[in-house]
């Protein structure tokens, strides 16, 4: 197993820390708007939203990986060298 550098233990703390403080402001604010309360058509439009939102990002990423595995991003790359050309 590779050795991990003192800056990448502090990244990672630094990066986990900053996911525990958003899950702790996530959950004070879910808990201080617990006035209201949201009727059926609010929580269609949340389930549509993230249904979309799903089906939008694994598109995508699909359209991502089929690109790289393809070649056709091969020409956006002017630094990429190819196979069998010379130095």
Do not use: Y
Not at 38 to 62: D, E, P, R, T, Y
């Amino acid at each position: 197993m590779k050795n991990i550098s003192a800056g990448q233990i502090a990244l990672l703390v630094a990066l986990g820390a900053m996911l525990i403080l958003t899950g702790v402001w996530a959950v004070s604010i879910w808990g201080a708007s617990s006035g209201g309360e949201m009727g059926k058509h609010g929580w269609i439009a949340l389930g549509l939203g993230a249904f979309f939102s799903l089906v939008i990002g694994c598109g995508l990423m699909a359209l991502m990986f089929f690109s790289s595995r393809s070649g056709r991003d091969d020409v956006a790359d002017p630094f990429r060298r190819r196979s069998g050309e010379d130095r």
